[in-house]
Nanobody, 116 residues
């Protein structure tokens, strides 16, 4: 059974930081591309960051470049999203995604709210 479990969301003031974690089980973690997406009500889910396990190559949405960092620990089957200099527009539900070919899996999401 494949499971992706996110954690680390919460309420933070503008300019603050949060680190999201996603533990992946039930798949060969190293083989999967892992990504973070986010979604706000009434909008489509958007890709925030991705990382390819084998190469370590990363990719970011323009809106988070220079502020967010994606990383993964293959020994712990975990992918992280370090979010710095948070803005109110970063407020969203954040989802972890693992993809291998046509196989794709989602976590349940963790809420991030940036507000003073």
């Amino acid at each position: 059974q494949v499971q992706l479990v996110e954690s680390g969301g919460g309420l933070v003031q503008p300019g603050g930081s949060l680190r999201l974690s996603c533990v992946v089980s039930g798949v060969t973690f190293r083989a999967y591309v892992t990504m973070w997406y986010r979604q706000t009500p009434g909008k489509e889910r958007e890709m925030v960051a991705s990382i390819i396990s084998r190469s370590g190559a990363t990719n970011y949405a323009d809106s988070v470049k220079g502020r967010f960092t994606i990383s993964r620990d293959n020994a712990k089957n975990t992918v992280y999203l370090q979010m710095n200099s948070l803005k109110s527009e970063d407020t969203a539900m954040y989802y972890c995604n693992a993809k291998y070919g046509v196989q794709t899996y989602w976590g349940q999401g963790t809420q991030v709210t940036v507000s003073s």
